[in-house]
């Protein structure tokens, strides 16, 4: 490195100059080569067997460079695959930073950062062109969907538990985000349409891909706004009502893979008044039964539009169901 990068008088025409250097690496930094425009200036004599050739350019894969290293026996390694792990290192550094709260000193578990990985060269990969090269989809967000008092949330704290991924309650998270105890408070103070608006907003943070380019970030969990890989896999437990936003049902069918919790409503109606300390707006109807009856015609429909699977909920336990939906839907 000293010889090559500390004398500017060395001329890499000259190899006679080259003949007494033996590096065990070469580096290419330049974008000549980039798209095919112009050739890097690595001259043949430094392209040897046993030398490990890295070539910044990553567009096209197999550059000239890298090309001339293979026919002369050294070892070519590709740009693509140095800029993949340097913005994996970057974006391990981030998640790390992100989750601290969640995963404690131990740091996220394995499997979320293998799927993490995995993600980023998917997404990076088909942007660069590698996408025949990207390993096998990996699974992104479960969202659960239903009326209340169908067990999302407690199945969904089951489902992320089992998997080792994080839980994201959507009403707490609007509560949070409007600094409120509960939901019910926004919509008792300001109205559903302003609630359903607010709704929509931080389902499309947790969802939504960037404006530009491949469907690399979303904003992640805990209405943090550190950068997160899309497809990393979390479980999000919906508002009973987030599928009467058309906007928020695109969310959901595009960027989730959605399962419905279906309960017959007396079901419904027996888990709501064994839970009358919590709140709940009352958002149709004057009585509990009139309401779900209401709700369940209204909404049924749309939770079977966006839904991949559907779950009964008398199956068994919150556990059973969580393993149900793994092996569907494995994350």
Not at 1 to 19: F, T
Not at 103 to 112: D, I, V
Not at 174 to 180: K, L, Q
Request: one cysteine or more; a negative charge.
């Amino acid at each position: 490195a000293e010889a090559l990068g500390g004398d500017p008088a060395l001329d890499l025409s000259d190899e006679r100059a080259l003949a007494g250097l033996a590096p065990d690496v070469v580096v290419h930094t330049t974008p000549l080569g980039t798209d095919g425009e112009g050739r890097a200036p690595v001259p043949d004599a430094l392209l040897r067997p046993g030398v490990h050739v890295l070539d910044a350019v990553y567009r096209p894969r197999r550059t000239d460079l890298l090309e001339r290293a293979e026919a002369r026996g050294a070892t070519p390694v590709e740009g693509s695959a140095w800029f993949l792990h340097q913005a994996w290192l970057q974006h391990l550094r981030l998640f790390a930073s992100a989750y601290a709260d969640s995963f404690g000193s131990a740091g996220p578990p394995p499997p979320l950062v293998e799927a993490a990985h995995a993600s980023m060269e998917r997404a990076l990969g088909s942007w660069l062109g590698l996408a025949e090269d990207a390993p096998p989809a990996a699974g992104g967000p479960i969202a659960l969907v239903g009326l209340r008092c169908s067990g999302k949330t407690t199945v969904g704290r089951a489902l992320a538990a089992a998997a080792g991924v994080p839980f994201v309650d959507l009403d707490d998270d609007v509560a949070r985000e409007a600094g409120v105890p509960h939901v019910a408070t926004i919509i008792d103070r300001d109205g559903l349409a302003a609630f359903r608006a607010l709704e929509e907003r931080a389902l499309r943070r947790h969802l939504e891909a960037a404006p530009e380019g491949p469907p690399m970030v979303i904003s992640t969990p805990f209405a943090l706004s550190t950068p997160f890989v899309l497809s990393t896999p979390f479980v999000l437990s919906t508002g009973g009502g987030a599928v009467e936003s058309a906007a928020s049902r695109a969310l959901l069918s595009e960027r989730a893979r959605c399962v419905w919790l279906r309960a017959p409503l007396d079901l419904l109606r027996s888990r709501r008044a064994a839970d009358a300390g919590t709140p709940r707006p009352t958002i149709a109807g004057d009585a509990d039964e009139d309401e779900f009856t209401a709700l369940d015609r209204r909404r049924a429909p749309l939770y079977r539009e966006v839904s991949r699977m559907i779950l009964d909920v008398e199956a068994g336990t919150p556990d059973d169901l969580a393993d149900a939906v793994r092996r569907a839907l494995p994350l």
